[in-house]
């Protein structure tokens, strides 16, 4: 297949179709504002060219392990969803770059997160984190850290090490 992008943005798709994952060239899939999709196949973890990834304004209410797979993911877009936690597999996109989980319903974020060292933007704003795990701190080349409006209580230590430009909390 030689698709590379594929846009099916602000539709009313009910779910995505399996032929998806056989767009091995893909490197651009949006499926934004399609609110009526609650769940990713495992089989998103097929796209392996797969650089941006915009899952945002869905129903979502878990992203499935495999989304890990996805090693050379740049961007990834998960924003005003359900999404109660993201899975420890997300600290395997080690080429991740940008990352908005904002206005989702994000209790804890995995300890894995530590792992995303390319990782220059997070946006974790409007949810309901009460802690972060002290492993953000190694997240090395974080610049841009938004994490208003959540329940935290305190911060941890770590987060002196990262060489921040803007931290909104």
Known sequence: KLLE???????????????ISSLNRLKSL????????EELPESIGLLTELR???FSFMSLTSLPESIGQLSR????HVKSNN???????????????????NDNNLQTLPASIGSLAK???ADFSHNSLVTLPDSIGNCISLKFLQISSNSLVSLPDSMARL????LDA
């Open 83 to 101: 999404l109660i936690s993201l899975p420890a597999s997300t600290g395997d996109l080690g080429s991740l770059r940008f990352l908005t989980a």
């Open 30 to 37: 949006s499926l934004s504002e399609n609110p009526i999709i």
């Open 73 to 76: 993911l740049e961007t990834l």
């Open 52 to 54: 941006k990834a915009d």
């Open 119 to 121: 990782l220059v933007e």
């Open 5 to 19: 992008v594929f846009s099916a943005s602000s539709n009313r798709l009910v779910n995505i179709p399996d032929w």
């Open 163 to 166: 060489g921040l430009i803007m």
